[in-house]
């Protein structure tokens, strides 16, 4: 049995505690941590936020240690489950091409919030953090684009790699790691069917579900229950079952490679990631040309028909589907010159201005484009004015991918954009806390995560 990859998998993730972080690593987890307080903050006005963290007391009575955002302290699987929520709210949480998934709020929720009862020095959160990204990313890429047009990744893969999180911190041995892995993956689920019943305002459970069964699966394989081992491989597996077609080299291939928290994507646009090529494309045009609006004769778009199968409506009919619109997006971007929280938030679907330039907006699909997928996520855009001038832009990557990064100062300006509500303390103590990831020195630092962080009280200018 200890031949499976999903053994050697296992044995990777619980053999990289004894392994020295890079600097590249390290900065790159406060990055991913900076990411996830950013999703967090930005979705504390949103109606939906209290309604999750009412269904956490809910599901996890009573208070406890563990910070939530914009309320009060949970237990750590209520407030893991409400984090998780809220943070996928905005749309605006990390992303992966490969894997199709969001791993930050799988990752980081569980671990911050088991943190806040157990005291754990920081290095073990890195670690456990960055086993998370890895089983969640590792497993997403082995399921696939099949798998992805079916169910959403980030609940089955994502409850892989909560589990894994869950488990390094912990504590738990190598076999009871893989066992709660095992369980983890026998009880993850997400379909894609909520986008086609209109039922977009569900999606945040996806994650939140997906943590809550993560650290069920660790506590479980602590208490002593035995996992599915072949829980990906097996003739009953997740690849098998889940409609995988991913590469299974990827489970447990290259694993001398850095840390797959590196390959992660930092979302530069607050709606789906399936429509960024396109929105990077038009920015392009935007600064390049200045186009007027009543100027524009069409505006050809296109994408490879995954987008469309997850963020393929045609105009919202209320504020939760428009980060799912590519019209929409499009518009709005070529009428206000950005695109920010506000337009997602306060949407004015009526403007005749923004419904007139949506119906000069052709969208269509190129099966070329599909081919690159999902390493690359193509898209061109072809801008025309009724003078016939004619603009086009083909983007194949997306700001904020590995190859195309954020600076930290970037970071904290989009945190900022973000999250205007911050104020500059509660910024700075923020950032700072993020920052101490990044310091070897400060491994064996007892983590301390207070409510200020997430933004339940206003912070003392230091």
């Not at 208070?63 to 949970?74: I, K, R």
């Not at 392009?284 to 469309?308: G, K, N, Q, S």
């Amino acid at each position: 049995m200890d031949r499976l990859p999903e053994a050697r998998l296992a044995a990777h993730v619980h053999a990289l505690r004894d392994r020295p972080l890079s600097t590249a690593t390290r900065e790159r987890l406060a990055q991913a941590l900076l990411d996830w307080f950013t999703a967090g903050w930005a979705a504390l006005d949103m109606p939906a936020t209290p309604t999750l963290q009412a269904l956490a007391r809910i599901s996890v009575p009573g208070t406890g240690p563990s910070p939530v955002f914009g309320g009060g302290g949970l237990q750590p699987m209520g407030a893991a489950f409400a984090n998780a929520g809220i943070a996928h709210l905005r749309e605006i949480d990390d992303a992966h091409r490969a894997a199709m998934l969001h791993p930050g709020v799988v990752a980081i929720s569980p671990v911050l919030a088991l943190s806040a009862a157990h005291h754990m020095p920081l290095r073990r959160l890195a670690d456990a953090i960055i086993a998370g990204y890895e089983v969640a990313l590792r497993v997403g890429e082995v399921l696939g684009t099949r798998h992805a047009a079916h169910f959403h990744a980030t609940a089955t893969a994502g409850a892989v790699g909560a589990a894994a999180a869950s488990a390094v911190a912990l504590g738990l041995s190598q076999d009871q790691l893989h066992h709660a892995m095992g369980i983890a993956a026998t009880q993850s689920a997400g379909l894609w069917q909520l986008v086609d019943d209109e039922a977009h305002a569900s999606k945040s459970l996806h994650p939140a579900f997906a943590v809550r069964n993560g650290m069920m699966a660790a506590w479980a394989a602590q208490a002593g229950f035995p996992g599915a081992r072949a829980f990906v491989t097996g003739q009953r597996g997740l690849y098998a079952l889940l409609a995988g077609d991913g590469s299974l080299a990827a489970l447990d291939g290259d694993l001398d490679a850095p840390e797959r928290v590196n390959t992660a994507t930092i979302k530069a646009w607050p709606c789906c990631a399936q429509l960024f090529t396109p929105l990077d494309a038009t920015l392009e045009i935007l600064d390049a040309h200045r186009p007027v609006v009543d100027d524009i004769a069409t505006v050809e778009v296109v994408i490879f028909p995954h987008a469309l199968k997850i963020a393929g409506v045609h105009w919202p009919t209320h504020a939760g589907e428009t980060p799912f619109c590519l019209r929409y997006v499009i518009a709005t971007l070529l009428s206000k010159g950005h695109l920010g929280i506000a337009e997602m938030e306060a949407p004015d679907l009526q403007s005749s201005e923004l419904l007139a330039l949506a119906e000069r907006i052709q969208v269509s699909t190129s099966d070329e484009f599909q081919r690159a997928f999902p390493h690359k996520r193509p898209a061109q855009v072809t801008l025309t004015t009724k003078n016939g001038e004619r603009w086009s832009v083909l983007r194949e990557l997306r700001r904020g991918d590995p190859e195309d990064p954020f600076t930290w100062a970037q970071l904290q300006a989009r945190m900022r954009a973000f999250a205007p509500e911050m104020d500059d303390a509660q910024a700075g103590q923020l950032t700072r806390w993020c920052e101490t990831f990044a310091d070897p020195a400060l491994d064996d630092m007892p983590c301390t995560l207070s409510a200020s962080l997430f933004g339940s009280s206003r912070v003392t200018p230091a």
